[in-house]
């Protein structure tokens, strides 16, 4: 009805407080649309060669010992989140524009169709 409406608006709607009969139902959102009016004006392509590759990172051996266990917080364990099981996908970073081919559509539902067709 060309008003604006928070997305965190729509997320609630769909939580576990506000929506008991999708508990532990995935929900996944996608957005396309801009978030901005900064525009990206792309990365020229780079030759192989070109690219530092970054290093890898080791994983901490023990990272892991000073959490508390979950089993340590009584009634906790037994309830659930009320955000939980969302999966929420944006076609651009906050501050930009959502750029799209003016023949084929966006990118980023392109792309998404393109991972869903094969696999």
Known sequence: EGHSIPTEAIYEIFNN?????LIGKPKFFIIQACRGEQND????????????????RKRRIGS????????????VDRAR?????????YSTIPGYVSLRDHLK????????VEVFMNH
Do not use: C, R, Y
């Not at 004006?41 to 890898?56: H, I």
């Open 17 to 21: 407080h506000n929506a008991p009969l």
């Open 81 to 89: 989140p009320t955000w939980e099981d969302m999966i929420i996908a």
């Open 41 to 56: 004006f792309g990365q020229k392509d780079m030759l192989p060669d070109e690219v530092s590759m970054p290093m890898a």
């Open 105 to 112: 559509g966006t990118w980023f539902i392109q792309s998404l």
């Open 64 to 75: 892991d010992k000073d959490t508390i266990p979950f089993s340590n917080f009584e009634d």
